[in-house]
Structures are given as structure tokens and as C-alpha cells.
């Protein structure tokens, strides 16, 4: 599991197990560096997901859901850490 490095951690008690979660989500810079033409649709729809066209640059956060996405079109973007 990828872990934002710099998110503060919470850990809080409920009745059977502890749940964490991040209070301070890491936010990620995501840059559309290769068309999404003669791709697979649902690699298209992840691209519009994510708010994507060429050569735009978008901030997110770095939840779980943000970098799956980004995981099936790596191959497409430019991922920095901000």
C-alpha cells in the first residue's frame, strides 16, 4: 500500500479494532504527458476522472482511489509529490 510520506496519522478506538486514517493528505501534481487516442476506453475514462488533458496539470490529493487510478495509466502521466 503506498503511504504519502509526510501525512500526519490519527489512530482512533472503535468498540472491536482501531481504525487509521490521514488528517493531512499528501497532494499530488498529476500531468497528462501522452495522448489517451488508441487506448483502451476505460483508460480514456480515467483520464476524464481525473481531469486530464494534454499537458495539464492537476492537483489531488493522494487517497487510495486517486493512486489506483493513476496506476492504470502510469504509462500516460507525470506524478509529483507536492
Given at each position: 500500500m503506498l503511504l504519502p510520506s509526510n501525512a500526519m496519522w490519527k489512530s482512533v478506538k472503535c468498540s472491536t479494532d482501531n481504525i487509521i486514517f490521514a488528517t493531512d493528505m499528501a497532494k499530488l501534481a498529476i500531468t497528462q504527458i501522452k495522448s489517451g487516442i488508441d487506448r483502451p476506453e476505460v483508460q480514456k475514462r480515467t483520464l476524464k476522472a481525473l481531469g486530464l488533458s494534454m499537458h495539464k496539470t492537476v492537483e489531488l490529493?493522494?487517497?487510495?482511489?486517486i493512486r489506483g487510478m493513476i496506476t492504470k495509466v502510469q504509462h500516460l502521466v507525470r506524478v509529483t509529490e507536492k
Open positions: 490529493e493522494a487517497t487510495p482511489q
